[in-house]
């Protein structure tokens, strides 16, 4: 690889419980994020979206698998060692009420994560957390509110400007805007644009709306029931998916257009529980395409153009089939 | 599921572990030899190291434990220092007044707590809750035995209504006995009733905001049936896990009231112990006591597991 | 041209919640209209009040706190009738619910009752309200199961709720709403908590209960792409106020009031291509709660045509060509 | 402490009238035992025989006892001996209770260990094990301060643990984390901060419970030495004459329940404008 990566993980697995209530949350996950690159990862629930950026972050452990960070692997380092790593990393959540610890007032939360690194003392404290609340659209004399004197929106950007103060490489957003209103939702959006643009850190952003990866991301990985399924680069997957996974995933988001209503191929049944995903692929239980062999081994990924990949092996229009990197 | 009930007895055996050890350890502490406790002021100190040899009481602490822990496994609680017996036929004996007082009280705090409870999760904020509400605080703020001396004044000296202490003659006929209990249970009653109406309140309150409560209103039930099928089915449990292990505590923690109405049961039992330090006496108690306890919460936890569908599977 | 009287008829309804110290009212000048056959999307974001519109037709509003306080709900029985649910006597009201008008909720997780059978829980309402006896319920129970494609609805009847995933149990809340007839279905965000692909079948399922029982159906959801799927017809909702309603075509091609506009446009499938190639959403700026206390039009503080007439004046509600209706003072302008 | 965020609580609390007056009858009874010197009319040790049992009077309010000393001023001093222990055996358990709750909820191998003690702990009847502790340690005041103590430490801890189980799974507590915040700041920030409130309901109710476990110690003759007037000794002497001259332990009795009802009152008040999502973990 020429470019060197940010972020590279390869067959990330994480196993939550004990026989015989063993989840398997994430399972031989593999992808790269580059400098500055968005990657969106998109999946229903029990896709392994959101444990998959926890275990980037170090916020829990790995099963098995590595991470490298900065081309170190940070995968096995403990709770001391990592701690420098993250300031280079952070983290943006869902819940903009829960995110906030409501007895602080918005200095200190955004301030402890200057204090956590030592990153400024005093006068410089005061104007480095005045300059955050700006950046993310805020007030500087916010900062002595306490959170539930803001709305939703407002308290994503406190939390976005935590993330920011210690000036991370990468952010990962786990499903940042759908708790919020569809009006507020835009400006977030946009806001995450704006900074990223400004500050070049690269994002993984996390999400089951397809609509919102398509337009922050470059890149898209699909995931199902902790597996990979496709990954490629954003307009190329949703305008040309090739698993079955991904185009039913298309097919059954609702559109915002009366007249693109049709009659779709819904999938039948439930998302199996991954306390028990089925063996070889693990789609094909709502696969139209599944057969016998769906049933025998783990698809590998198939070459699908230009850093595109797919797990299926019935899908048409194949170039030869190859590992992923 | 056996899993689950073996994981239970493995942390009954746990609590009981470590009941024992607390007893042991802390009747160590306290001041005085039991061996001189036990032969009286007179004694020779050639006396005293004679019994202490054969209580064991010159083997290091840890050996004393360790064979008076094997003792009590094997069921044996020692001998009282002061009733020349075993410990477990000294409260065998006073287990009857304490075991029906117990019974008649919770069986009132009940029969008071649960409907007061539902009564005012049900008209929350109104006037029933507030009486309900605030006699059940008034209750929780009496101490009993100022309750018991109070009622004792009017119903037994004053009025004649009941006996004013004791538990009848001996020889006094099972009626005879249980008519020493009105006064006593139902102070007892009285007073935990207020426990039992304040967790009704809660848990009630608890299901009647949740989500289903609401689907059954859009089902068009009867409110009646609302809140005696979907919300009290769903409290009952709870309810009776309270009312269960109030009970047990009550085996131990009807001291004062037997105290004041002169009941021979066990807490008197426990407090003539203590006032005259006959340590084997309180140690038995107190594990006999904790037994209770550990084994009813046991109970109610294998009914709850073979009574709610989440938990069967 | 003569409409058919329509099933669900609401007109400026008004709900006033008061507790010890002062009263809000989270829904004014509310009116909407459902016919049978066919789907009302009510759309609003979070605050708007189409939550509590839907508990008020239903008569479920929390009492004694909340209450009607103006307008008529009226509604079209099965005998043919017309009657004003915001004036029936209370036990009338409840002998509608589940037999007349049916809910399902956001939650399917938490919407049944953990410790009865899914097929208890049909029975029961379907006994209280046609007095069939146990065993004829519990058939009627199994009977329903099937109409929501359950598989193997006879042994699934004897399931509890913990037993089934969350499409599963919307679909038993579904069999229960259907299992009396209902002439018409209220869906709260039936479809919020589930996943997209999960969705699309609850979604479909719906569509196909409403056309083979000529079910008239109020969906309320903030979700626009849901909007698009289901709705024949749609009221948007602002703060406690219908702003706009039209036939989902002429909504969505020709929105007329600013907010309905912007609220299309902020969706991240319409994002404008911005400069260097990326696409950037329009967003409207503030939040809700800037409505709170305005005396003119509500949606003045946030929106981009504001004349200053709009700050003093509070809007009616008007009908225009189509029977497409709006709220907002320069409709004709825009 | 800023005071527009105190005068909201206060206003909160008292938004219930009958809070506000339970409040005022605790700072009342409060007051009276700190300034007992100075309002009592008599002294509480002042013995007049020829004055004994008499019923209460315009000179001796609440009447005299056996020595003919005045009840009322006995209640008085009584309440700095109750109302004192109490406070300290809330002081103690909170501290205890709080620092072992959240050791137990933030630490799983720590999680077992002090749970089972507890559990073992609340198999005992409360009045019981204060009794058996009593009667290890001694009688005096220090020791039914210790035994009352290590009586309701196990409740405190029990209920800090609960709310800490949920607030530790909060996102802002895996934000501090994954900011690289120290433990002992997310314990002692974010999570106490967060835990406080049922801390503080908690501590209205065990001030009211070790009230009255003291007086029931005291009557049993198993607490606080009976030369020391408190409400409970004062009981447990006065009831000898119960028949002739109820006034002995009626007025000492209902000097208990004002101030455990008005405790209770306090916390229940405290309770329900607490943060609902805790309210839950209480």
Redesign the interface.
Known sequence: MSDPKLVQIRGLTKHFGKAPALVHAVDDVSFDIARGEVVGLVGESGSGKSTIGRLILRALDLTAGTVEFHGREIGKLSQREIRPFRRRMQMVFQDPFASLNPRLRIKDIIGEALDAHGLAQGAARERRIGELLEIVGLQADHAARFPHEFSGGQRQRVGIARALAVEPDLIVADEPVSALDVSVQAQVLNLLQDLRQRFGMAMLFISHDLDVIELMCDRIVVLYLGRVMEAGPADVVSRHPRHPYTKALLAASPRPDPDARHTRDLLKGDIPSPLSPPSGCVFRTRCPLADAACAKAVPMMRNAGPDHYFACIHATETTSPEHVR | MLVNIARRLA?ML???F??AT??FF??R???GDPASLMLGDQATAADVAQLRKTFGLDQPLIVQYVLWLKEVASGNLGQSIFLQRPVLQAIGERAEPTFFLALFSILIAAVIGIPAGIASAVWRGRHADQVA??LA??A???????LG??F??FFA?RLGWFPVAGYGDPGAGLVQRLYHLVLPATVLGIVNSALITRFTRASML?VLS???V?????????EH?IIL??AL??TLVPIITVVGLTAA?????A??TE??FGLPGI?NL??SA??R?DYPV?QG??IV??GI??II?FAIDVIYTLV???VK? | MTLPAPLLDIENLEVTFRTEENSVTPVRGVSLRVDAGRTTALVGESGSGKSVTSLAVMGLLPRPAGSISAGAIRFRMKSGETSNLASLAPDVMQRLRGSEIAMIFQEPMTSLNPVLTVGEQIAEQVRYHTGMNASAAMRRAEEMLGLVEIPDAVRRATEYPHQMSGGMRQRVMIALAMSCNPRLLIADEPTTALDVTIQAQILALIDRLRKEHEMGVLFITHNLGVVAEVADDVTVMYAGEVVESADVRTLFRNPRHPYTQALINCLPARALPGADGRRVVRSIPGAVASAAGVSGCKFAPRCAHTLAACHVSHPALETIDGGQTIRCCRWRDL | MDFTALRLFLKRLFKRKLVLFAAIVLALVVILAIAAPWVAPFSPTGMKVSQRLRPPSMVNWFGTDEFGRDILSRVIYGGRASLGIGMAVVLASMIAGTTLGLLAGYFRALDNIIMRIVDAMMSLPDILLAIFLVAVLGASAGNVVLALTIVYTPRVTRVVRGSTLVVRELPFVEAAHVLGVSTWRILSVHILLNVASPILVQATFIFAYAVLAEAGLSFLGTGVPPEIPTWGTMIATGQQYADQAVWLVLFPGLAIVFSALSLQLVGDGLRDMLDPKLRKAL
């Open positions: 942390a746990a609590v009981m470590i009941v607390m007893v802390l009747t502490l306290a001041p509400s605030g605080m008034l929780a703020s009496i101490p009993s035995f100022w001396l109070l004792m004044q000296v608890d949740e989500d289903y609401r689907t059954a209103r859009a089902k068009g039930l009867p049936r099928r979907h089915g769903n505590l009550l085996i131990g923690g001291i004062i105290t004041v807490g426990v407090v203590v006032l330090r309180i108690a107190l006591i904790a306890y550990v919460n709610d569908p989440r599977t």
